[in-house]
């Protein structure tokens, strides 16, 4: 058996070697994190990519089941398919662990078990066997016991993955002697050199009892007591860039995790240790959490980072270390640099607070912060065009950029007019927003209930290099009430600067300056959309990926948006030819990028071959349209364009589908089948067919004769929009200022219970519908 091993380790070896030469090619053309010199830890959780020397120390009540008599294993195989995931990336892996106890206890109670079963059973009978009392096990010889067995498991896990561990075990006194220390060092840093991962662990067996916590009073003194401390030297000694320590908690609270006010601090600098009040120890481990954190300072001092996340919980465990390591918001992070502006969780609080009192100002008091806003916009046109400027010199020199990118970044005179003026159209429409009454009920004598209008509440809105939009969103958001957190593309990072500031300005006015707030940190958009405790809203400006991704990455908060737009145009057999060459030119041509362009054309079958048909084709033709077949059309044709790949494509350029069908209800089934529920239109002058049509067709918006392009709240006369919803609940279509409302219920009533209205009660519900605009004393109403 032994010699089995020896041959399958030397196997993975030479494997190992092979692979070991392909990562240092891979690494030397920039497809994996380079060694980096070693000396500051770093800064920001997005660097924790380029970690490429990585420490992973897995806690008693990680790697332990809940009865402490043996190991998680389904726990333990996921974190081993991580660490050889990233072992595989070309990073080099080490794992200092727990679980010789636990795994000793196990076997030690089997053994004793099994002893005793047999002495009593062979001089006592069966009847006593269940008064066994097991004796209390002592740690150190569950150590010796089941120090062999954990390894073995860590090794049998390996070799799954072509990965070869090697297994240390060291003392206090092997970092304290200066040869051993030495011996250490070098050993780990030959397995790292031949891509073993090291399994490291204190030699329990031998190990004293804990001392007092009387060091980690410097760089240069740590005691080796627990895995905390051994993870945090050994990852110093080892110059290592990261140390990810799981416990079985999320991460560092500021006051014991289950209390009420308890907050899962995102990020923990030295200078805030005076804040943090510890809680009682984990259930196994002789650490805790003030141990945890005395260990990562002492790291962080070290030059080495270190994230304390949760490793037991089971919808986090499988991709816990590979999310950290992509630099994703798990666990505390610990930085010595403390960044100059506030958290985007502080800035989430700072625009409830604000937004809360923004909703309680009179309509007239928002309509004037609007107004400011788009006198700012053209007293200031100076200032903003040149921030724009500055973006657009950096995009065009970058040469990333798409002209048509480059365009929507662009800002002008005139275009800072029309922002000024659409602003004022939504100061006047402001008026009547926040608490307007939408029902009025008498429930009984002297009990009135009444359904009002209200904010949402906190809104996220991400947007791509258009800064146009900041405005837009800022006053719709001022308009209803709202807070508002702005996440802009860093393409137009200097104009969003400016624009943010003339909106904090005008806001200033009624001392609601942080209601909007930009989010300029390094926050992913992904850890945006995490906030669901804080965020109520997310409403993404961008292309389809984006929407895509924010719709996977909000699991938690309802996003308001389309991921794509199919948008159709059904020719009927009985179309005006002056009407549908307009309607399809104007569709497909006007903007082809916009989410309510065409892109697919269903013409009805009889129209193939006729004078129509051929104008529609010159036409497309004509404006550079490149045409995609469907199947059915290209059956009809013995010289067909290209035939499409997909009738679910969006182009978002000078290019669509052509499809036939055989009526217009083959048109509905089609839509249904293949668009995305944006924008569709019938071109036909039969009132019939077209009813049907409208009424049939289940997309938000559903035009007769009409251009798709009119998918559009400023065309609709919504003012500004924040964008187009393609869901079925709460907005739909082109989103204003009323797509950013809600409703509460208010009931005044007159010392009234539910007894009252019981059978042995003395009331009755009338329920009588009431006019909104009849006021109640004492009140203002909107109607």
């Not at 196990?106 to 009847?127: D, T, Y």
């Not at 400006?541 to 308001?560: E, T």
């Not at 060459?581 to 079958?605: G, Q, W």
């Not at 084709?617 to 009809?636: C, N, W």
Request: proline share 3%; with cysteine.
């Amino acid at each position: 058996m032994y010699l089995h091993r020896l041959l399958t380790c030397s196997q993975l070896l030479t494997r190992r070697q092979n692979a070991l030469q392909i990562s240092r090619r891979a690494a030397s053309q920039g497809k994996m994190p380079l060694a980096r010199g070693h000396g500051k830890s770093f800064a920001h959780r997005s660097e924790l990519r380029q970690a490429k020397r990585i420490v992973v120390k897995l806690g008693s009540a990680v790697v332990t089941r809940g009865d402490e008599c043996g190991l998680a294993l389904g726990r333990l195989a996921s974190i081993v398919e991580q660490v050889a995931m990233l072992q595989n990336q070309g990073r080099e892996m080490m794992i200092v662990t727990s679980g010789a106890v636990a795994f000793g206890k196990q076997r030690l109670r089997h053994e004793i078990l099994l002893s005793q079963s047999v002495r009593q059973a062979l001089h006592s009978g069966q009847n006593q066997l269940k008064d066994m009392a097991l004796p209390v096990l002592e740690a150190r010889a569950c150590a010796a016991a089941g120090q062999s067995g954990l390894m073995a498991l860590y090794e049998v896990m390996f070799t799954q993955y072509s990965t070869c561990t090697a297994q240390i075990l060291v003392t206090n006194l092997d970092f304290h002697d200066d040869q051993k220390r030495r011996n250490l060092n070098s050993t780990l840093h030959e397995l790292l050199r031949m891509n073993i991962v090291p399994i490291i662990n204190t030699n329990d067996a031998v190990v004293p009892p804990p001392e007092p916590n009387s060091d980690l009073q410097g760089v240069n003194v740590i005691s080796i007591k627990d895995n905390d401390s051994l993870a945090a030297r050994l990852a110093v000694e080892m110059r290592a860039d990261l140390l990810i320590a799981l416990s079985d908690v999320e991460g560092l609270y500021d006051s014991p995790p289950g209390s009420d006010d308890a907050k899962l601090l995102d990020t923990f600098y030295p200078g805030d240790q005076q804040s943090i009040t510890y809680g009682t120890k984990s259930r196994v481990g002789i650490g805790g959490m003030e141990a945890k954190v005395k260990a990562a300072l002492w790291a962080l001092q070290g030059g080495t980072s270190v994230v304390i996340a949760n490793g037991t919980h089971p919808k986090v465990t499988g991709h816990v270390i590979t999310d950290i390591v992509e630099g994703k918001k798990v666990g505390t992070f610990f930085s010595e640099v403390k960044p100059a502006g506030p958290t985007v969780e502080q800035q989430t609080e700072m625009a409830r607070t604000a937004g809360r009192v923004l909703s309680s100002l009179e309509p007239e008091q928002r309509s004037d912060i609007i107004c400011m806003f788009a006198d700012l916009l053209t007293e200031r046109k100076k200032e903003i065009l040149s921030a724009n400027k500055k973006d657009m010199d950096i995009a065009i020199n970058s040469g990333r950029m798409s002209p048509a990118m480059i365009k929507r970044l662009s800002l002008s005179s005139s275009k800072l007019n029309s922002l000024s003026i659409g602003l004022r159209q939504i100061a006047v429409s402001s008026q009547d927003s926040v608490g307007r009454v939408l029902r009025r009920t008498r429930v009984a004598n002297n009990l009135e209930l009444e359904q009002i209008t209200v904010p949402i509440g906190v809104l996220l809105v991400i947007f791509e290099s258009r800064p146009d939009c900041l405005p837009q969103v800022s006053a719709l958001a001022i308009a209803s009430g709202n807070a508002l957190l702005l996440k802009g593309g860093k393409e137009a990072a200097n104009t969003n600067h400016i624009l943010h500031e003339l909106a904090q300005e005008a806001l200033s006015i009624h001392g609601v300056k942080d209601a909007i707030q930009l989010v300029s940190t390094r926050e992913d958009v992904e850890d945006l959309c995490r906030l669901e405790k804080m965020i109520d809203l997310i409403i993404p400006r961008g292309s389809s990926q984006l929407v895509r991704d924010i719709q996977r990455a909000a699991k938690g908060i309802p996003v308001l948006g389309h991921s794509e737009g199919i948008c159709h145009v059904y020719v009927d057999h009985e179309a005006s030819i002056d009407k549908a060459l307009k309607i399809i030119r104007d569709s497909k041509c006007d903007y082809p990028a916009a989410c309510n362009a065409m892109e697919t054309l269903l013409v009805h079958r009889d129209l193939l071959r006729t004078p129509l048909f051929d104008q529609i084709i010159d036409m497309l033709r004509t404006e550079q349209v490149k045409i995609h077949a469907g199947p059915k059309f290209a059956s009809y044709l013995t010289f067909s364009p290209s035939e499409v790949k997909s009738l679910r494509t969006e182009y978002g350029d000078l290019e669509c589908s052509i499809e036939v069908v055989d009526s217009m209800q083959e048109a509905v089934d089609h839509i249904h089948k293949y668009g995305s529920s944006h924008t569709d239109v019938i071109v036909t002058e039969n009132e019939d067919t077209a009813e049907l049509f409208l009424q049939q067709l289940d997309s938000a918006c559903v035009f007769w004769n009409a251009s798709s392009r009119f998918a559009d709240g400023y065309r609709f006369g919504l003012g500004a929009e924040v964008g187009i919803s393609t869901a079925r609940i709460h907005a739909r279509g082109p989103v204003g200022l009323e797509g950013l409302l809600t409703s509460k219920w208010v009931l005044r009533g007159d010392g009234h219970t539910a007894a009252d209205f019981s059978e042995q009660g003395s009331m009755k519900f009338l329920h009588e519908s009431l006019p909104v605009a009849q006021l109640l004393p004492g009140r203002r109403t909107s109607s």
